[in-house]
């Protein structure tokens, strides 16, 4: 499955971006799906999974209540929208899709996305 990140952009501190990852040859549903990122000189760490069906969520400490996870099987889209957002949010966010396993952890990721960049203005 191919996977296609948009939706970066750069941001001032308390702003909102949603960030979009659109599936291709493959079958969206029977993947679930996952945004990480990397920072800066930093390691790529798990933001957001969501399970194939929709209906399970799961988030950073650091996100949550800040962040949504969702999709639309029917489109094979997934969103991510990042409210509130701060300066330590700033970097590259990939989709990710993962087959029999939540994609929480890099290791249970199947297929990755590009990457968009997020930029948050202090």
Do not use: H
Request: with cysteine; glycine share 14%; net charge positive.
């Amino acid at each position: 499955v191919q996977l296609q990140a948009s939706g970066g952009g750069l941001v001032q501190a308390g702003g909102s971006l949603r960030l979009s990852c659109v599936a291709s040859g493959g079958t969206f549903n029977y993947y679930d799906m996952g945004w990480f990122r990397q920072a800066p000189g930093k390691e790529r760490e798990f933001v957001a999974a969501v399970s194939w069906t929709g209906g399970s969520t799961y988030y950073a400490d650091a996100v949550k209540g800040r962040f949504t996870i969702s999709r639309g099987n029917a489109k094979k889209i997934m969103y991510l929208q990042m409210n509130n957002l701060k300066p330590e949010d700033t970097a590259v966010y990939y989709c990710a899709a993962s087959r029999g396993s939540l994609a929480t952890t890099q290791g249970a990721v199947d297929y990755w996305g590009q990457g968009t960049l997020v930029t948050v203005s202090s």
